[in-house]
């Protein structure tokens, strides 16, 4: 500590809160009680009838130690929980740990240290953090997924979705060093090459499993609704396009004779999707992927020479994320295909814009009313036909915006009135596409179709550190699923980043047919983690002492589920959040329980910065948390997160802000024995008090009533900081004011406010000076609110001089009369003008 906290240290934390937190481990002071429903069993029939909250911060990887950002999430979390638990809710706020993953393995390759023991130190590290901030969980329901009793539920899982086809094995192309013979994630991949041995990645196919979150995009987008205003409205956005749905046309463009003969006719048509399909008299072109089957047959007959198969080439390495980012690049070919309304011949390029994995694979182009088109048209001088004009232009002027085309300097991509479109020139696009559509299937050259971006879920990792995945192998029958579950992970293994550490192990993998008894493999994929954290928030329901024996307490998921609010970092706002939606929705298909959507709400914190900057390792800006209890105590830590900033917004670190909040609760300390002890809440004669005691209960209810207004959802996003501001002002003016009896009870209310911040003093006050440790619910005072007394603003040619607080019985001519006498210094002519607004403000105008 420096040095001048020494006259400001009034209390001693690192005291009073392992005292604490000590006293809530004994009495088990956060644990919900389980639910009862047998209406006859009546024991406890006053908890039977108790509402629920759950209320869930997003579980951390065990990394080795708490950061600030888990710090914030975590009192966000636990001051919410606390509001509910104080007023008379049965409320569930566990923790637990994401503990599989590829960190503990890197830790292995570079340390040597086992996955196993990395994991499961760091988790008694972070859980004794996580103690000392003196945070409100349960501690029956602690859960870490690397857990075997975890694993066998989620192969149990897997297994169902399996047996129901929800799960199905199909080859990929897979980032692999062909050195250490190790497939490799994305961000192990460093410029194209293998981050342990630098050798140059390329791309193997392999089979892999996949989740088909696709049967479930409908539901999964329809359900959003159900969360409008109680989600950010960006996470839903984010959510929606990553869904991505569409409505289109399908449709055939015909290749030409002489194409069709050059190919023997091995492809005829051209099959392309579309959205626009208002947009068809402008289409000058079409594109296809360079993955495109035409392209491979033209390949094979030697119609394309050495430079263009390297472009080819080049295209089809780059992943799909580079290919958005990239210069889009074109390659004409050989080929032609035919409008099916003008009968006009039109050029087949290739590019690398267009992607294999969507709709069909080729496009058809229109550059007028297309970005992407317009830019590659412009490019490769390819013809540019106005067919959409802007709304706004009655009919009659349309012709009017047929221009030249090298006038065109912008595609119009809007809706609007078709020009240049034979019959359906004069509709607008909706009315166009509508009946282009009918047109198409009535003559069978096309189908309406909806389309998704969401693609399948890919869940298979060559990896040790993960669940494995509950299939054998058998080359009689083929794919089986394991029949005695949980399928554990080996121990004696060798982590080398060389090869699967599962595929290497000498006789793991090695088992015999459930069905036929021969000689068979085991899987050696393990899930991606993300599997794991989509549903540790319904495996929390149930307590440790059950978990052996069942995935989950029934009544208790029941009861506690959905989560009624759900905080983590944005950083989740698509998977994490997407995955878990969806294993929902599976596990009440599979019939475990029957509610929709795991979270009722959600909040996402805001950044924790410094300097302007993300606080990260890689930047060097980290204040430890560990630094900040060990020098002021966790109240103060936990007092500065949530006063620094509301919690959605990001939070700049400032080290004069935490002393600021020390001070405060300093001040508090010292100022208790002004409080009559075990009064509580004394009743106050209101008649007797003078201004500043009234204008203290003023503050005092005024902040309790803030606070409350948060849970009442008449103040949104959980603005604590505004909460705490108030209490700061309303400890000033209960100081400042002479009556004994309003400071007690306004320091009463303090503390009851404070508990869900800074619970250790508050307790350790509350037992002090009114001997109770738990607070019971408050109701706000609001007789306080009326005012008998009313204060004007007086300004002189709008600039503002002084205040005058004056009874609400005043005349008009009284109110003024005062006022000129308080400004009489700043009237240096005639006043030509009075203005008064009754109970606001006056106004002299010379
Ligand atoms: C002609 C057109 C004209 C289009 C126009 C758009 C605007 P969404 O809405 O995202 O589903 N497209 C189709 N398949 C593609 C693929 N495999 N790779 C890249 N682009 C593809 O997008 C559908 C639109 O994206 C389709 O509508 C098609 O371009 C393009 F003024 O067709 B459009
Ligand atoms: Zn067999």
Redesign the pocket.
Known sequence: MQTNQQTECKYNPKEIEPKWQKIWEDNQSFEPHNPCHNKNHNKDSRKEQQPKKYILSMFPYPSGAIHMGHVRNYCIGDAIARYYRMYGYNVLHPIGFDAFGMPAENAAIKHGVHPKTWTYSNMETMLHELKTLGLSFSQKRILETCNPTYSKYEQEFFIQMWKKGLIYRKKASLNWCPKDLTVLANEQVIDGKCWRCDTEVVQKEMFQYYLKITDYAEELLKDLESLEGEWPSQVLSMQRNWI?K?N?LEFDFTLDSDSQNKINSKITSLRV????CD?IYGVSYCVI?PEHPLVDILIEKNFLDSHTLDSIHTMRNQSEKERARSEKEGIALPISVIHPLTNQKLPVWISN???MS??S?A??S?PC??ERDFEFAKKYNLPLIPVIAPDSHTHKNIESHIMPTQQINKAF?EDGILINSKEYSGLSSKQAREKISKYFEQKGLGKRII?YKLRDWGISRQRYWGTPIPLIHCPNCGVLEETKLPVILPEDIMITGEGNPLEKHPTWKHTTCPKCGIDSLRETDTMDTFMESSWYFLRYTTPKESREEIAFEKTNLDYFMPVDQYIGGIEHAILHLLYARFFTKVLRDLGYHSFNEPFNALLTQGMVLKQGAKMAKSKGNVVEPRHIIESYGADTARLFTLFAAPPTYALEWNDEGVRGCYKFINRLVDRKSRVIKNLCMPTINVETLNKDSKIARYKIYDALQKYQNIFNKKLDGYPFNVVIAACMEAHNAISAQASNEVFTEGYYVLLHILEGFIPHIASELSQELFNMANFTPLKVDSSVFIQDEITYVISINGKKRAEITLSKESSKETVLQQAKEMVAKWLTSDIKKEIFVPNKLINFVL
């Open positions: 991505g569409s289109g999707y579309t959205t626009r947009t992927a814009f267009v992607l969507y709709g694979g496009v058809m229109v009313h297309d991509t389309n």
